[in-house]
């Protein structure tokens, strides 16, 4: 009995469960027309061959015909749709950024998701552990299988959350021509790709091979092209409503209502000065032209003020002004006054991108008995991610200068220095280098993959196979834009060194003389000399090794029983060397890094059974157990034992029960283990910060902490945070252990013969994900929260604040969670059904129309972290940090042999009653995300489709919201990245031959 691996949703007969596949019946067709004999099929989530399409484990299916009707050409993008999927990096991910394509199931993280290839691992893409699912031919896929809940005892380390695995045909033949083009209604940023796949067979059809080629390419939008994301807004709050809302115009203001965040960047191009400890003095009278009276709110309705001492700016005319940031001026624009910065329109809301894709797939019987199977893959991509201009900010990137040995130092600034009760003493200087222009990150990607499956079947019962993979991803990121913080000192300094030697001793070559005292001083010759572009270099590769034997030991009632046993090898090596400059400490742009390299290795047995104990055409119709394990011994752990076991049971062939239980593990990760103090710049709220309260809601004893952490005591009563990110510099931890977890899932599937208009199949499955231990990334704010909430010293000791108090540094770590306050919980259900009418079911004939309906339902009950329940709430999982409660996907389709129309509704709930800016008194509500799409494809004839879709039908846009959820865009933009854009077109075209 030979092995053949079709799709399927494991869950039913008919390929149900298709959130967003379709023709469940043609699926059903194509079975009948198989013998009976030919149809033990694998089912993802276990490597037993079995006779029937159903799992004690719900999947999840999408189709290649689903894929078509979307107009995917990024599968992250569709996938992210799905409601057992909460959105990863996007098209919208700038800042970080969307480096990769990555899947994150149950909001668990992509490293705890497993990505599989026609059922086997693709390498990792990086140190994380994530695959880059881009590397995967779109036109090539014959579907797309979901399995949620832990698999580690089946596949291995990294599948907590699940699995998702890629099937591609096998077995193509003939040319096919792929071209499609997409924009969104206003003109902008346009998505076009090229497709060519030729196949065939040879050796009188023994051998089958198949090369695709593909090309993709996304246009890039700004930040500033959209009304709601042009403004990086400030943060208002109305005590009479009780909220927190976001304003980027003077007149959005809410009379009575207090500023809570300023908007934008204290960072501006014009800079600005301090002299902590040595206050300038009498400027209004000194410089009476901008000091007498100046605009210091930014409020036309109020008189100027005197302004004597404070911070100091310029304006756009290179002028020494006063530094207006309060009131009005919290709003980031230079039209009404402002000297804070609006960084959005250099920020970009969808990411350029370029993609290269070649593939091949290929099989060979050596005899009836011993076959090849082959894939190999090489994949080049082009993403650039552009940030506004390298900020130099005191505390932590900025200047402290001496202006004794200073150059350029206008005239009204030597005036107000020289007004200090010590003039020469040093001052501080912040400040935006626009014209070096925006900080560019050109990520280039190179994937090869290869694979080779040799199989032989022993007997009729019994077959083998050995796997040998091997996978390698280069990742050059070229960072443009960088400014070099030595040649900044030198420049400044006339190019002298300590010992006043101009171009001596210690000098870096070229050295020119430089201005950067007001906006835009530095000539092409002085940008020349500052401006360093900096290469970092990631390597990861990946060998495996695996051994499998499958078979059938004896007869029950309901079935042979089965097993599949086996072993498998991996050597995980990475590295990332970071430019020199970086390491020297000399770049204020990008992130600073650290040097990193690191290696796993793992070699691992399982084994799997099959208990068909009772069937046949009596009652029950099934009575199944089915159990697994898996030992890994880690060369940075040691061993691992994981397992599983299942249940189905079926009373009758229309109704089936199943229920699984498995104990899961995911060891860390090269990144995890061996991270060497990266640079970042988080978002973050400081503890110690006053807020918009009447009254002061900090208690005596957080005074007093903020206070011995280095805030100065005229500062404190009124202190606030000038910048809504921080510098932090994260390590790994390599005595790391590994993250444990228990699955449950339980359900019922529906697939009544009975039903008497067309085919109705209806699931419903409860699922529950444990994590122990979880390897947590600590962020800034853990430390933060840590040192002046919980009270722990030693994490104070990881937080550097500078002279005006501001928070200069956190060295962030890692840990396994200890779970003092609970574990990592995850519960749910998921509802799904579909139900095709054939329509001559109902009005006789023979045509071959019919209306398909397919819709999954997702209701999270429970997504826990240290005993808190974040489920709608703000600060959930995923890239997002939104769980929504309830998560819809519903397709409505009209399908003929030359025609399908389709619409999808796509739903998930928002947020409500989240805690803002450390108290529970504002509510920071983020509303449902709700779309439709259309699609329509139509046979021309044997040879050629066209497809056209309008997305987001009805020009739904997203909503402005408050807190570090904004991601540079004033809103949730992964969360809301199906609408970012608005309406858009896509035709495509496929020509067969």
Known sequence: MRKISILKAGTAPL????????????????????????????????????????????????????????????????????????????????????????????????????????????????TTGVVDISLIPVQLIRQVEVVTGGASAVYGSDAIGGVVNFVLANDFEGVELNAQYGLNEDGTGDEYSYGLVLGGNFADGRGNIAVSANYYNREAISTGRYDFTRVTTATYFDPATNRYYPVDDPSDIIPGSVLALSGGSATGPWGSITSPGNAFRNLSTLLPGEFAAANTDCNTATPGVAVNAGTLSFNDAGALTPNFTSGLCAIPLRSIGSSRYNFAPDNLVQLPYDRYNFVTVGSYEFSDKTRLNVFGAYTASNLVQQLAPTPAQIPATGFTIDPTRAVFIPADLQVALDSRVNPTGTFTYSRRFNETGPRLGRIESRNVNARAILEHDIDDNWKANAIFSWGRNALDTISIGNVNRTAVEQGVTGCRNPAGVVNGPGILPGCIPISIFGPNTLNPAMVNFIQTDTVDIARFEQVRFAANLTGELFELPGGPVAIAVGVEHRADDGSFVPDDAKQRGEIIGFNAANAQVGSITVNEVYGEIRVPLLGGDGFPDLLAFEAGARYSDYDTIGGLFNWKAGVEFAPVDWVRFRASYNKAARAPNVTELFQAGDQGFPGYTDPCNRGPQAVDPRSADLLARCLASGIPASELPTFAQQNAQLQAFAFGQEDLSEERA??????????????????????????????????????????????????????????????????????????????????????????????????NEIFGGDSDARIRFGNVFTYTLDYSVGGTNVVGEVGGGGFSGIISKFKNNLTAAYETEAFTGQVRWVYASGTDDAAFFGTDEGINTIPALSYFDLSLRARVNDRINLTGIVGNVFDKRPPQINGYLAEQSNTAASFFAPIFYGRSFTVATNISF
């Open 15 to 126: 390929a149900f469960g298709l959130v967003l596949a379709s023709a469940p019946a043609f699926a059903q067709d194509s079975e009948a027309e198989a013998p009976e004999e030919a149809r033990n099929i694998i089912v993802t989530g276990s490597r037993i061959a079995r006779p029937d399409l159903d799992a004690p484990s719900p999947v999840t299916v999408v189709t290649a015909e689903q894929i078509a009707l979307t107009g995917t050409q990024t599968l992250e993008t569709l996938l992210n749709d799905l409601p057992q999927v909460v959105p990863g990096a996007t098209t919208t991910s700038n800042n970080p950024s969307g480096t990769f394509g990555t899947i994150d199931l149950r909001g668990l993280g992509p490293t705890r998701t497993l990505i599989l290839l026609n059922g086997e691992r693709l390498p990792p893409s990086t």
């Open 742 to 839: 228990e699955t449950w899932t339980a359900g019922a599937v529906i697939s009544p013969d009975w039903f008497p208009i067309g085919r109705l199949n209806l699931t419903a499955d409860y699922y529950d994900i444990t994590i122990r231990g979880a390897i947590q990334a600590l962020s800034a704010g853990f430390y933060l929260s840590q040192c002046f909430t919980a009270t722990i010293q030693t994490e104070c000791n990881r937080i550097v604040r500078g002279s005006d108090g501001q928070v200069a540094s956190v060295n962030t770590g890692r840990r396994n969670n200890p779970d003092t306050n609970g574990p990592f919980i995850v519960r749910g259900v998921d509802i799904g059904g579909d139900w095709v009418i054939p329509l």
